[in-house]
């Protein structure tokens, strides 16, 4: 069992950037996969960066590596998304979400949920 605790989430304008951050507690973890993903005012839920706790591996969605960054910090216990030159159409709550059989990929099937956190682009 994980815990995951989403931060950095808020309003920016287009071209504009933001940090997020999910905390990670609980039992261990080390060979799990560390994922975000959106879900879209429209209620579509959209995979968009995984990342391999122990290897730092990562694996993105189409195009979404031209501006977003996933990476993972062992001291503090904390998976970011660093998201660049923002649009309206990045707007969505994004959700940190942890794979406990470590497959990285689109299609890994998530186990633990964090609340989630806003982002809103303005135009």
């Known amino acids: 069992q994980v815990q995951l605790v989403e931060s950095g989430g808020g309003e920016v304008q287009t071209g504009g950037s933001l940090r997020l951050a999910c905390t990670v507690s609980g039992n261990s973890f080390n060979h799990y996969v560390m994922g975000w993903i959106r879900q879209t005012p429209r209620k579509e839920r959209q995979f968009v960066a995984a990342?391999?706790?122990?290897?730092?591996?990562?694996y993105y969605a189409e195009s979404m590596n031209e501006r977003f960054t996933i990476s993972r910090d062992y001291a503090t216990n904390t998976v970011y998304l660093e998201m660049d030159r923002l649009n309206p159409q990045d707007t969505a709550v994004y959700y940190c979400?942890?794979?406990?059989?470590?497959?990285?990929?689109?299609?890994?099937?998530?186990?633990?949920w964090g609340q989630g956190t806003q982002v809103t682009v303005s135009s």
């Open positions: 990342i391999k706790w122990n290897s730092g591996g990562t």
């Open positions: 979400a942890a794979d406990k059989d470590g497959f990285l990929g689109k299609n890994a099937v998530y186990d633990y």
